[in-house]
Structures are given as C-alpha cells and as structure tokens.
C-alpha cells in the first residue's frame, strides 16, 4: 500500500479520504488543515490521524501528499514537498495560473518525484467504454466535440467556501472545465481554441456566469465548449461527440448514451472494471494525469478566462 499525506480536509479533501478507505492500495497516513474546528471533524469521522502542522505531516512516514487546498496554494505546497522527495497528487486545476504550475513541473522533475492530478473520468469504466467506441469506429468519423454545462447557480449549495464563487481563483471554468479538457486532449491531441467570449458580474471579485468558446482538435474535427450559470433548469452536464455512424453523449459524469439515426437514444452499460487511481498509483500507468499534462490543461484555462 502507498502511504498518502492529506492537506486540505474541506469537501474534496473529504472526498479523496473515502475514496482511500475504500481502496486496497493506499492508506491515509495523516491529515492536516488549518481549520482546527474541520480537522477535529475529520479525525473522529474517518478514524485518522491529523497533525498540527504542516511539518508535522512532512514528518510522518509517508509516499505521496495530496494536495486539496484552494489554487493559488498549490504550487508552494506542491514544491515543499518535492524537495522532500516526496511525491505529490494534486487537484485541478494545478495552479492559480500557467506560470506557477510550470513552476510545478519544474520542481517535480529538478526533484525527480513521480505526480498526479486527481481527474475522476480518467478512472470511470463507462468514460474507458466511450474512449475504447471513439477510437476504435464505433461512431465512425468524429465530425464534432461539444461540451454544454449548465449550473442552476454557483457555487451549488454544497460547495460552499470562500473562494470557489471568486474571479481571482473559482468558477466553474476552473472547477469543472478542466476534467473535460483533460479528456478531449487525451482523446483528440492538443486543442487550439479560437475564439471565445466570457461573460462576468459587474462586481470584480465574482467568477464568471457564462462562457462560449470554439476552436480545432489536432486532428480538425471543430469543438465547442458552453457554460453558464443562474439558468432556469436543474445542472446539466453534457460532453458529445458526434460521428457519421453515430454520437456518444457522456451525461452528468457517468451516463453514457449512444444514438444514431433512426433509433432511439440507448444508455450504454460496462461490466469492464479498470484500476483504481491508487492502483495507477502505485504502478505508474501511464493512464495517471501527470503535472505535465495539468500544464497544458492549465494554459487552456488560462486562456479561455482571458
């Protein structure tokens, strides 16, 4: 088992902490966080051990830190720990910008630490079931990428925190964009956006309420990416790809459907099980999203906020 460091124990801390426990191939070592009042609530609720500082938890005999704090923190946190020798998962996006994340791989490979960045799609059966349909002509040839996102409001009642509605480092470009750029890039090569168009409040230090953005996939196929906040329906979710023989629809996450024409929409089931993050982990698959490849999903960020 690998032996893993928690920093940061808010929502997606919490998470990654159950996704451990549950996992035969790592271990929470300790956690640690500056909300004391959080901490307490952590070490009694999951049985952990917690530590009152940062080098506190550096001391522990430990493999690999994760990193759940807000953006802006993780390139310090990321290069702290690379000088130990220690290796480092991190959440999305990797930094608060371009600049400090290629600082990030500077560090990681100037320290020769192996990285990871947590993307839940990369390890989902049904998203191997529609990469696997994609590339093998299922659909046939990929005429078109879209991705449509649709938030009641933001942040959604559970996500609430100090700066995930801010400009200088929430909204959902950075919060839920980057799983689906990451994917369209492992699936389609580099993106070039071409043109876009942010729409943000009146008020400075609020994230923005809509985006469009279009643009070319390394292959040519034409991909076009939405979002918007405040709209009149429940959160939607959508990432299509259409072909000529068919479209596969990744919905809300974990529903894949495939349609063609003539037939109705049917949602497409796996048995297939793939290996866990941990386990990618663990062998250094080359399935794990490493600091390289958050870099490129940085600048595309980067870019698209503009």
Known sequence: MIAIGIIGAGIVGERIIKQIQQ???A???AVYDTDRGRLKYIEEQYNVAVTNSLDDL???TIDWVYIG?????HAELAETAARRGLHVLCEKPLAH???AAQAMVESATNNRIHTAMHFPLMYSPIVRDMAMRIKSGDIGKVRRIELHTVFPQWPRAWQQNPWIATRDQGGFVREVFPHYLQLMHRLF???EISAHQVDFPEDAEKCETGIIAHGKTQQGSPFLLSGMSGAGQNELLQFKVYGDEGVLT???WSRLYREERGKTRAEVQTENTVPSLFDEMKEQST???GFDEGLIVQRYIDQLLQ
Do not use: H, I, R, W
């Open 27 to 29: 271990q929470v070592e």
């Open 58 to 60: 550096f001391q522990t």
């Open 287 to 289: 399935f794990l999203v």
């Open 69 to 73: 704090t807000p953006p802006n923190s």
């Open 23 to 25: 996992d035969d191939a």
């Open 97 to 99: 910008d371009a600049k």
């Open 189 to 191: 090569g580099t993106l």
């Open 250 to 252: 990744l919905e809300n």
